[in-house]
């Protein structure tokens, strides 16, 4: 019998319903060995319990903690969208059951998606490291200030501008915040990061491509605002003036499960839209 660990965000009454629902019909097929209310929750029971598989009930904030938790560990994740957009998390409640009998009978496919190692060092020494799987962005604290940013590519400057700072995403978060801002969609299987300025005050300055072996760095140039910041997929650190973050493709990697009855393209028609005419 195969072992299955549940994340759920509580917060959501749909998500308490759902689980009423499906709990018992769940549990007659599956060994759960948790209903957990965080990714924090799971992270204590890694060690200790075989777990085969992790269903993530909520959004796609919610998959992207349970990604940072899991810290490249191996185990194949499936989310169940309770959020409002919903790309990483795949099936719908009325495709629970069909999607979870695929499972068992190991009829999906595991796509393994890059993540980001992301470090910020103050005065030459790395004072923080991070796992991220959408994306790092370095932004300006005060909204009225501009932030002016240094990037390097593999040792090389290549560009100075101010604008309201830049995001480094992996091609799974090309679709997030780096698409809002401008930035290129990118197929999840390609190798590669983006880099896409936000806001910037320069009308040439535009998002760029680089492979994902590239190492890019973000420092500041005077005039600093007073406050600045990085956010990881939602977990943010404060910057200084003198710091540098640092981004690179992680030895790990997340591991995805599909049903295979959406394509990218599919996805990419039905939650954003793309391509409709009128």
Known sequence: MK????????????????IQEFR??????????????????LKKDLASHQIDY?????????????????????????????G????????????????????LSDNCRVAVRMMLKCEILR?????????????GVVRSGQSSRLLYCSISIGGEEVSKYGGDGVIISTPTGSTAYSLSAGGPVLSPNLQALVITPICPHVLTMRPIVVPSNECIEVAFSAPFPGEANFNADGETFELQENDIVRISQSEKSFYLLETGQRSYFKILREKLGWGRQG
Not at 9 to 18: C, G, I, L, T, Y
Not at 68 to 80: F, N, T, W
Not at 123 to 135: F, R, W, Y
Request: aromatic letters at 8%; a negative charge.
């Open 54 to 82: 992790i269903l993530v009930f909520g959004g796609d904030g919610l998959l992207l903690s349970t990604a940072r938790i899991l810290e490249g560990d191996r185990i194949p994740v499936m989310g169940v969208n309770f």
């Open 24 to 41: 018992s019909w769940m549990e007659k097929r599956v060994t759960v060995v948790g209903w957990y209310q965080s990714p924090e929750y």
């Open 84 to 103: 409002k957009l919903g790309f990483l998390t795949e099936l719908r409640t009325s495709e629970l059951k069909d999607g979870l009998e695929q499972i």
């Open 123 to 135: 005065e030459q020494k790395v004072i923080k490291t991070c796992l991220a799987l959408n994306d």
């Open 3 to 18: 072992t299955l660990a549940v994340v759920a965000d509580f917060r959501k009454q749909s998500v308490h319903h759902a």
